[in-house]
């Protein structure tokens, strides 16, 4: 189940800012953010975050700096195990991130770019704390590197944003009517 796969998640003894799932310290919702989201975990950059919607086993992608109602809130996976898959094959969760905007020439490139400041920095500490991090993900989870792209980008062609339920603040700050 989803939710206790992020609730063990969260137990881990891992540094999980090294993957781009910050979660420490109180989350504050962004006006954009779903009523009821259950937060995953941050990138920290841009008030992008990750959540769990209530009733739906997806992980959501909220991007507060997107500048458009329908693309506020993305699918970034089927299910959270999916979503650790996702991080494992690009080292992070940024990338996912980015999936929505980024043609598959430009996702390869990012991925590409990540592979060789790996491959640069392999003694960083940073390098070594992600490493870590994901290898006691996978053993923990089960869990298989599992290419992103193709998945998320057909998730997200399909999702209706209307399903999404929203607090007055998203709203006002829009300057839209209240479905």
């Known amino acids: 189940m989803t939710r206790d796969d992020l609730k063990t998640f969260h137990e881990l003894d891992?540094?999980?800012?090294?993957?781009?799932?910050?979660?420490?310290?109180?989350?504050?919702?962004?006006?954009c953010t779903?009523?009821?989201?259950e937060y995953v975990g941050r990138i920290g950059c841009d008030g992008?975050?990750?959540?769990l919607l209530p009733g739906d086993?997806?992980?959501?992608?909220?991007?507060?700096?997107?500048?458009?109602?329908g693309t506020y809130v993305l699918p970034a996976a089927s299910?959270?195990?999916?979503f650790l898959s996702f991080i494992l094959c690009c080292h992070d969760a940024n990338p996912l991130s980015?999936?929505?905007?980024?043609?598959?020439?430009?996702?390869r490139t990012f991925a590409a770019e990540e592979a060789e400041a790996r491959e640069e920095g392999e003694l960083d500490g940073r390098f070594?704390?992600?490493?870590?991090?994901?290898a006691v993900i996978a053993e923990t989870f089960g869990v298989?590197?599992?290419?992103?792209?193709?998945?998320?980008?057909?998730?997200?062609?399909?999702?209706?944003?209307?399903?999404?339920?929203?607090?007055?603040?998203?709203?006002?700050?829009?300057g839209i009517e209240r479905e």
């Open 128 to 134: 070594k704390a992600k490493d870590a991090a994901l």
């Open 79 to 82: 299910d959270f195990r999916e």
């Open 144 to 174: 298989a590197p599992m290419e992103p792209y193709d998945k998320v980008r057909a998730l997200q062609a399909a999702f209706d944003p209307g399903v999404l339920k929203f607090s007055d603040e998203y709203y006002d700050t829009l």
């Open 14 to 31: 891992i540094d999980f800012d090294s993957i781009g799932l910050d979660w420490g310290g109180e989350f504050v919702p962004y006006f």
């Open 57 to 69: 086993e997806k992980v959501y992608c909220v991007d507060p700096s997107t500048g458009d109602a």
């Open 34 to 37: 779903p009523v009821d989201a």
């Open 98 to 107: 980015q999936i929505y905007f980024l043609t598959e020439e430009r996702f």
């Open 48 to 51: 992008v975050h990750f959540v």
